[in-house]
């Protein structure tokens, strides 16, 4: 028994010993040992390292920033060897990354911090945040308002005006979450189309595929065209195409800005600083002759475009300079730009009139979306990019309409009837009503985005009882309709008041009109 006792502490203890003698053995295998190599590797990368540090020079770059941009024309002043020459004597290197225009993906970008800056439009900026549900980053400076550069263009036979589209077979052929929904959202918030169906869409990814869907398509496909420079120069090369609305025809629907992450610039305002006044003698330098600067531009991104293709793209476009940016982000007074908030608010009308999905990012404080204390710092250190204040550095006014003879007005091209509430006049007169002199104070701030467009004020009035009376009652209202707008800043040049035949419609319509392209 006690033979058999021995035995068994003898096997328990060589059993212990196997037991150690395996941990030992995997320990050396699976620690010490790759715990060697690890420690030789990072022995032989030091070096190397070692090495490299000291056979190379001194980084260039002090730190590099990274922006979100795509290949629109309108950003070519960001991609250029002057900016990158101004910031680069700034020790701050560059890194610009195309997203081919997908702003959900670029918001995200923002969001995470992989994106220091970007560009956006301000209404493809409004959807993104909405979508994403927060706002990761803020506008720091306007780069551009489109004045042409994207347009809506259809067949003259078929649609020859906005009041054409008024069909439930229409199709908008457009790039989805981009700029270019922008033009077919204001036409839908503010004119009579109310026979399109809200789905009426043809989806298409930039304009030229746009440009390749109408090169594949028939005149009785019932399409516009939604698009931007050249394809729209390239598109109206086709006598039979022409521009039913662009974006010349309004102001502050389609501006880009320059938005900067707010994690960022808590920690480099300095940093973003130099960025923007980078920018800003950059669009300085090429403001009186942009030409050579898009042709080059577009030729890097494979894309030759002949002369005239560029002259009208850059008719289309209006870089902002460093003093109009201080009027947009209201720290100078005695102009006509619109404030950002302005801009904000009108694009935010926008989409909720078309999009029930939309809600505003800023639940109404818009200064939720812009920080302006940047470009308030460099003007107050008398900040140009030129020694002296040019041309190129003061601020532009929209072009101002002229005034009409009755052949002129004859002549006019009926654009499009606004859509608007009932206009009300105490019965039998031409006295506004309260509730019709604030549909008419909505029509004037509309009127003000749509500064080269002429207004014919059409009144009506009853057929019944004597006709002739009725044409002067239906005179006097269109007329006391427009004295209205007039006297809230309107200029009377842009306003006609007429009469119609009796319709039965006691209201006024408002039909504008624009001298032909």
Known sequence: MASTKSKARILAIAGVW???????????????KPAQEEA?????????????????????????????????????GLRSSEMRRYLGSEA????????????????????SGEL???VFTV?????????????????IMVIDETKGADAIVGYKSKFPNIDSLNSSQLKFVLTPDSPSETLPSVMRAYFDLSNVPLNAVVEADGAADVYKKWRASDQNDNQVYVLWEPYVTKMLENPNMHVIV???????YIVDVLVVNRDYLFKNRDTVRKVMQSYLRTAYEHSTQMEPLIKADALAAGDALSDDQVTNLVKGIWWKNVQENYAHMGLQSGHSLQHIEDIIGQIIDVLKKTDSSFNDPTDGHFEKLYYNELLADLQN????????MDSTGKIRSEVALRELDESGWQKLEPIGTLQIPTIQFARGTSILTNSSKQVLDTLVKNLETWPTYYVSVIGNASTRGDAEANKLLAESRSQAAADYITSKGISPI????VGSKPSGNSSVAFVLGQVPY
Not at 125 to 133: C, D, N, R, V
């Open 18 to 32: 196997i037991v150690i003698v395996f941990i030992f053995a995997g320990a050396v295998k699976w620690w010490w």
């Open 246 to 252: 662009d974006s010349s025809r309004f102001r502050g």
């Open 40 to 76: 030789a590797e990072q022995a032989v990368a030091q070096h190397e390292q070692e090495v490299l540090d000291g056979t190379s020079a001194h980084a260039r770059f002090d730190e590099v920033v990274t922006i979100g941009n795509d290949l629109f024309s309108g950003y070519a």
């Open 92 to 111: 701050v290197g560059l890194k610009l990354v195309d997203d081919g225009a997908d702003y959900m993906q670029r918001i995200k970008a923002l969001q």
């Open 123 to 139: 209404d493809a900026l409004l959807k993104a945040t909405h979508e994403l549900g927060e706002i990761p980053a803020t506008i």
């Open 116 to 118: 220091d800056m970007a």
């Open 494 to 497: 842009r306003l006609r008041a």
């Open 381 to 388: 250190n008398s900040f140009h990019p030129g020694r002296t």
